[in-house]
């Protein structure tokens, strides 16, 4: 599977920006799809994740900001992401899960996306 995250950018606190992770080649509609970020010198963070099922879990830090979907027709997930604040800045990832656990853990992913960055000005 291979997954391509795109939409970042440049954003004003409180703004919004939609991330998309598409699948080329094999279908990725059998896996969990989750975002994950990374700021400078800090751990990569679990952010969002969506079953085959389309049941959503989402990390402490974008309750209620953030809303992950998918459109199994697309092969695509998107991450909308709602009042950001300058703590949201980093490079975001998406990547698939085939173990149908572990959804909120960087381990738990065998394939990952490129990353798109995320920067919300201070």
């Known amino acids: 599977v291979q997954l391509q995250a795109s939409g970042g950018g440049l954003v004003q606190p409180g703004g919004s920006l939609s991330l998309s992770c598409s699948s080329s080649g094999r279908s990725f509609d059998s896996y969990a799809i989750g975002w994950f970020r990374q700021a400078p010198e800090k751990d990569r963070e679990f952010v969002a994740a969506i079953k085959w099922d389309h049941s959503p879990l989402y990390g402490d830090s974008v309750k209620g900001r953030f809303t992950i979907s998918r459109d199994s027709t697309n092969d695509t997930v998107y991450l909308q992401m709602n009042s950001l604040t300058p703590d949201d800045t980093a490079i975001y990832y998406c990547?698939?899960?085939?173990?149908?656990?572990?959804?909120?853990?960087?381990?738990?992913?065998?394939?990952w996306g490129q990353g798109t960055q995320v920067t919300v000005l201070q």
């Open positions: 990547a698939a899960n085939n173990y149908w656990s572990d959804y909120d853990v960087p381990f738990g992913y065998d394939y």
